[in-house]
């Protein structure tokens, strides 16, 4: 009996696959890539619900995004991948930067800020029927990329996301036969493998159990150095767990919905300028 075959699989080094640069044609430009919002306003027909955001989620870091229900977390994740726009009715104003280029310049398409900026949902929403190894690829077909690398991608998107060792041995399963926090996972997987610079997550764990939780967390903490984060979460915990930065949200009755503060996640939780941010970190409201 060796000590190596005792080691449990997750002490294992990644494989190569997880580091190797994997070419895609029709691809994003590579690496991460920093958001700015500056001055940032929604409405969703006369009705504003976000009023001047600024706020700069710096490329290879995690920002997470808190608050009460109803204050625009979402709507504010949605501008950033021009996602808003497909609700009817929805406008905007103010300027979103991609390093350093407006998202809604004109000329600019948005199905290339969509490659570019990912999206995970608080609902794991893998094809059901569609195989595990499809379901990572599915985005490269909508994205009209092309790759002769595709089991290399299939495996370096699900070890990315942590499910590798997991599914290996059956990639031809249909992704509905996974928990739900491997259908997470894969759509984690799915969303990495179009190399996007920037992947956004709107309360990936909310429907989740602690342990699937965790795995997703850890898995959070590796990405930062593939791709720029931005979760919005409800759980402190987490927030304090996987971000770096940290910006509080908060909406008056039927006001729009604000920044309060924002800064890092050591001093939002352990010395926040503003009173109610104290307030609703130590789980006082919201
Ligand atoms: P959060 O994610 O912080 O809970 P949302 O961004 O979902 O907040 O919602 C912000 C505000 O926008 C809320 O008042 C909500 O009712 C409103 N809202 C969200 N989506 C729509 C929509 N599709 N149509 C109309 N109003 C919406
Ligand atoms: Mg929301």
């Not at 726009?85 to 310049?105: F, H, K, M, N, R």
């Not at 041995?169 to 996007?196: E, F, K, N």
């Amino acid at each position: 009996m060796t000590e190596v075959a005792m080691a449990p699989p997750d002490a294992l080094p990644p494989p190569p696959a997880a580091t190797a640069e994997i070419e895609l044609i029709g691809g994003p430009p590579k690496g991460e890539a920093s958001l700015e919002a500056r001055g940032a306003c929604a409405w969703f027909g006369d009705h504003l619900v976000l009023e001047d955001v600024d706020l700069l989620m710096p490329a290879g870091h995690v920002t997470a995004l808190i608050g009460p229900s109803g204050c625009g977390k979402s709507t504010f994740l949605r501008m950033l991948n021009r996602m808003h726009e497909l609700v009817p009715g929805a406008a905007l104003d103010g300027e979103i930067l991609l390093d350093g280029e407006d998202i809604y310049a004109p000329g600019r398409r948005a199905q290339e800020i969509r490659m570019r900026v990912g999206m995970v949902f608080q609902k794991p929403n893998p094809f059901p029927a569609m195989s595990i190894r499809d379901n990572v690829l599915s985005g490269l077909k909508l994205a009209r990329i092309k790759t002769n690398q595709k089991d290399a991608l299939v495996e370096q998107s699900l070890t990315r996301a942590g499910l590798w060792r997991e599914v290996r041995d059956r990639l031809d399963r249909p992704g509905g036969a996974l928990s739900g926090g491997q259908q997470q996972r894969l759509c984690i997987a799915r969303s990495l493998a179009v190399q996007p610079n920037v992947l956004l997550m709107d309360e990936p764990c909310s429907a989740l159990d602690p342990t699937s939780t965790r795995r997703i967390e850890e898995t959070i903490a590796e990405l930062r150095t593939v791709v720029t984060v931005v979760i919005v979460t409800h759980n402190m915990q987490q927030a304090q767990r996987v971000s770096d930065l940290c910006a509080f949200f908060l909406a008056e009755e039927n006001e729009p919905g604000y920044v309060v503060e924002k800064g890092t996640t050591e001093k939002m939780f352990s010395s926040p300028e503003d009173e109610r941010t104290l307030r609703y970190v130590e789980g006082e409201f919201g």
